[in-house]
């Protein structure tokens, strides 16, 4: 039977070294050949690897020498020769704010537009723009010109609204980016882009990508940690779900682990009532020594990895009450994080929490802050929501600094598009709503691997198109893994027949104007 | 004149852009009315050849005859109502249920460059791909096309691809491993001409499911042993090659409902709605709308948490946790593969949730009750049970030794005891002493959790 030229089943596949094309293709192969080796999906392989995805190399190593098992595919990972070069960066924190929050009233500062209120925004400037049903059918777009101040802060002289006064004070710190644009005008699509670069389900995201990439950096706690914001009612929250911490076509180990406000922190986590540590630690060594005569009587070694999950699940059982027990932190924390801090599930503690996972090599760690989607009442909302969040990220970001861990943190503060300068629905002297905007929307980083104190990008009068230095969700996705020592274009995962990566089949590139 | 305007108090239709204005020197009557509008433009198309005519012309054209000129149609729509109400009637309750309708129109869509929602390039019709078999030809490109396409007997891939499956399911890994594409950007076949002659046979059977799964399990390749030494793990790690049986961790039901079957607790009722077991708190609320109809989930009591896992209630945006962690797949894409991991999360679900616990206390009384007061007498009921087989020398030694510790630690700590045996809503056996139901529910779950069990 003729050989498909790139099956890799069969005892000797043709490779494209037989092929006749250009020397360069054939070197390019010959480069990336040995990564595909490991490409494989079978449980055999994935259980060491994905050990190695939760836990890291270092605590399958240490089980390993003492159970006298041979560790062999977390070659994979070294198969990946990841990182690409030195990061400046080990580990990050995505503060997301989903809803698409209003750049004009944060940090776009556009001081004409007062002059303009409930004029009509020019036709020119929305141009052949397809809207999203719920205001295509307006007659008018009057200009809302946001309801509050700006001021300048810091050394920078940056503007930033007054609803924000607790970033307002770390602008120096900020890299800020106006001109984010997406692809997608509705929630779904421009949520699943934003993390894991493509509208459509069933791709990894950026959590997954470093877990899968660069593994764990701690033994006893998962690489990919998600939290999730309490909602407020009030509030317009649009659904998230665990889509967006899925890890697509790549090993569900590098999915996002939910760490959750209240009594069980992970799901399963707490050993049932009338099981103490005593009886959970004979129970395993029990299961453990009859587990390994199965070991040596079907010789199969996912039997090891499975023993070694056990010891991990017993190892989280302690060292996740430990995260989440605040009772030790100083009255200091409380006074920069606020009493919010103090109740579980509120932005504060998350990022209280994030703080805390930093320190203990928790790689990457996304905050989900839900409600920021004002299509009405934006002036009776943003206070909320600013309110919310504006104290806990000051303090996390600050927090970092003080301890040193913002020099190798990534701290990234971002939503899935922005909002419209024009009124949804109507507009009167003292409030307003806003649409989706896709065209243009504010973001920052900081930490490792940014320039601190710029702001780059501009947009134009009305904070509704890029006028200059664009940032595409790819090129951010792109920046985000430069900064973690990952060249964006290297970092593939072979999958239905396609080199698959993060920033999506449409060149992306690292934003050099970003990067420190 | 206004156009667009659908009642005074709206907005007029912004940009809208028409299509066709016809004005009359003379009020229509009614009939004009309804028939101009249609008549005009058909005679249009009319005057051009049939051939040139578009699909939307032609469905304009067929709209028209059949509405204006063929009076036979008219009789059979004068039916409709009548037959329409027949078929609401056969539709309530009964065997079938009929979930989708054609649509009456031509079905299209348009290519997007890109996905990009704003660029549409070329609009594009129902049809097969062209290196597969053509539709039957003069018949309409609808589902019943479809239906009859894909069992054809010149079909190549039903038959391959539904054997593939069965075989997936059994044998842990297909024959083609890319179950979902046989496509070139999936796997070749390891064993090619098995494919073809299952396919066949499945085809000849009369797409007989059942005659497919018992000539698989029956075969020699099924029932070899799971054991494998180091020299064919050395030459083939993954057994593609099938030099022993498969051996591969249970699929999350499968997991689920051995705990519920070996315990005694399953309750064996066929069909009905879905169930709602037992689900951590605030895994529906994290993730909905705050107006979802499915915001909280209000967990059921009784049969209902010991059915089989197919009849779970799943809600796509936060499947049921213990599932989802053993890669349960979320619903939202397609699949044909899951994925098969071992993670810690698996181990705290099967030693710590409490379909788990219950089951484990379950699985104790029974071997309380059956096997009489020898201890390995009870460990032999449990592992015939659970892995059908006695339990060997070594395993029944350290499970000894466990009951004995486990039997110390309780007697000790009867409070204790009794906090396990609360556990889970069926009430237990209360003729067994606690310190003995409890030691032996602990000996359970370490038996729930061992490899054996979990794996296949």
């Not at chain 1, 299509?375 to 301890?403: N, S």
């Not at chain 2, 197919?310 to 962690?325: E, G, N």
Request: hydrophobic letters at 35%; glycine letters at 8%; one cysteine or more.
């Amino acid at each position: 039977m003729k050989q498909h030229p790139l099956c890799t089943d069969c005892e000797n596949p043709m490779t494209p070294l037989d092929l006749p094309i250009p020397g360069a293709a054939k070197r390019e192969w010959a480069a990336i050949e040995t990564r595909r080796r490991f490409l494989g999906r079978s449980g055999k392989v994935l259980g060491w690897a994905a050990l190695a995805g939760l836990f890291g190399e270092l605590g399958i190593r240490a089980y390993a020498r003492g159970a006298d098992v041979k560790v062999s595919s977390t070659e994979g990972r070294n198969d990946l020769r990841l990182p690409h070069f030195a990061p400046k960066a080990k580990r990050a924190i995505y503060l997301f704010m989903s809803g698409g929050p209003p750049q004009m009233d944060l940090f776009d500062y556009k001081p004409n537009l007062a002059a303009q209120f409930n004029e009509d925004m020019p036709d020119s400037v929305r141009g052949n723009q397809q809207l999203t049903g719920m205001t295509a059918g307006q007659a008018h777009f009057p200009v809302a010109p946001s309801h509050w101040p700006f001021r300048q802060h810091g050394k920078t002289g940056t503007w930033v609204s007054d609803l924000l006064p607790y970033s307002a004070r770390m602008v120096d710190d900020l890299t800020i980016i106006k001109t984010t644009n997406t692809d997608a005008i509705n929630h779904e699509p421009a949520i699943m882009l934003m993390n894991t670069g493509n509208m459509n389900a069933g791709k990894p995201c950026l959590g997954a990508w470093l877990a899968y990439g660069l593994g764990s950096m701690n033994d006893n706690l998962p690489t990919f940690i998600v939290l999730q914001t309490r909602t407020n009612p009030k509030e317009n929250n649009q659904p998230v779900s665990s889509r967006l911490w899925g890890s697509g076509y790549l090993s569900s180990e590098y999915a996002g682990v939910g760490l959750r406000s209240g009594a069980d922190p992970v799901l399963y986590l707490a050993d049932p009532s009338g099981v103490d540590r005593d009886v959970r630690r004979n129970m395993l060594d029990t299961v453990e020594e009859i587990n390994r005569q199965t070991l040596v009587e079907v010789g199969d070694p996912e039997t090891n990895a499975r023993i070694a999950q056990y010891e991990m699940a017993f190892r989280m059982q302690s060292s996740v009450p430990e995260l989440i027990d605040l009772s030790k932190e100083p009255q200091s924390t409380w006074d920069l994080y606020g009493p919010d801090a103090k109740q579980p599930g509120t932005y504060a503690y998350n990022c209280l929490l994030a703080r805390r996972m930093a320190e203990r090599g928790v790689r990457f760690t996304q905050i989900y802050k839900r409600g920021w989607d004002v299509h009405g009442d934006a002036v009776g909302m943003l206070p909320v929501l600013c309110q919310e969040t504006d104290r806990g990220t000051f303090a996390l970001v600050t927090d970092l600094k003080r301890r040193g861990l913002l020099d190798d943190t990534l701290v990234i503060w971002a939503g899935e598009f922005g909002r419209t300068v024009y009124s949804q629905g109507g507009l009167t002297q003292d409030n307003y709503g806003r649409d989706h905007h896709p065209r243009c929307f504010t973001t920052w980083m900081t930490g490792g691997g940014v320039r601190p104190g710029i702001t780059y990008g501009e947009t134009d009068d009305y904070s509704y198109n890029v006028v200059k230095d664009p940032v595409h969700v790819r090129d951010f996705n792109a920046t985000i893994l430069h900064c973690l020592g990952i060249d964006h274009n290297k970092f593939t995962y072979k999958f239905q027949g396609l080199d698959q990566k993060l920033t999506s089949p449409v060149p992306a590139f690292v934003v050099q104007g970003l990067l420190a | 004149m206004q156009l667009g305007w659908r009642n005074p108090e709206e907005h007029p239709a912004k940009d809208a852009r028409y299509q066709d204005i016809r004005l009359y020197a003379r009020a229509l009557s009614p009939d004009e009315v309804e028939r101009l509008p249609f008549e005009d433009y058909a005679a249009e198309i009319v005057s051009h050849p049939s051939s040139q005519w578009s699909a939307d012309q032609w469905h304009a054209i067929s709209d028209f005859f059949l509405n204006h000129v063929d009076p036979s149609y008219q009789v059979i729509k004068r039916k409709i109502p009548t037959l329409d109400k027949e078929l609401d009637k056969l539709s309530l309750g009964g065997d079938l249920t009929q979930v989708s309708w054609e649509r009456p129109s031509l079905a299209y869509a348009h290519v997007l460059t890109r996905g990009v929602y704003t660029a549409r390039t070329e609009r594009v019709e129902a049809d097969t791909p062209h290196f597969l078999p053509r539709l039957a030809p003069g018949k309409p490109h609808n589902r019943l096309a479809l239906a009859q396409w894909t069992v054809n007997a010149a079909n190549p891939l039903t038959a391959r691809v539904s054997v593939n499956r069965m075989w997936n399911e059994l044998f842990g890994t297909g024959i083609v491993e890319t179950t979902e594409d046989f496509g070139i950007m999936g796997q070749r076949p390891t064993h090619p001409e098995l494919l073809d002659w299952l396919a066949v046979e499945f085809l000849e059977s009369g797409w007989n499911i059942k005659h497919m799964y018992k000539l698989m399990v029956m075969s020699s390749v099924y029932r070899q042993s799971e054991k494998s030494n180091s020299q064919q793990l050395a030459k083939d790690p993954r057994n593609l090659l099938l030099s022993h049986g498969p051996r591969f961790r249970m699929d999350a039901e499968m997991l689920r409902d051995v705990a519920l079957q070996s315990s005694g607790l399953l309750v064996e009722k066929i069909g009905g709605p879905s169930v709602k077991p037992y689900q951590p708190e605030n895994i529906w609320e994290q993730v909905s709308y705050p107006t979802s109809d499915t915001l909280h989930y209000v967990q059921e009591h009784g049969n209902a948490l010991y059915r089989r896992s197919i009849y779970t209630y799943v809600k796509r945006m936060a499947s049921p946790p213990s599932m989802d962690t053993f890669d349960a797949p979320m619903r939202d894409v397609v699949c044909t593969r899951r994925q098969r991991t071992d993670t810690p999360l698996q181990a705290l679900v099967t030693m710590n949730d409490v379909q788990w616990v219950e089951a484990a206390r379950g699985l104790a009384q029974l071997v309380i009750r059956g096997a009489g007061p020898d201890a390995r007498q009870r460990i032999n009921r449990m592992s015939e049970i659970l892995l059908a087989h006695d339990a060997p020398t070594p395993m029944a030694a350290a499970l000894e030794a466990s009951v004995h510790q486990m039997q110390e630690h309780y007697a000790k700590d009867p409070k204790a005891a009794h906090a396990l045996l609360e556990i889970g809503e069926r009430k237990r056996d209360a003729s067994i002493g606690e310190p003995e139901l409890a030691a032996w529910t602990i000996v359970a779950s370490e038996m729930l959790n061992l490899d054996e069990t979990i794996n296949k």
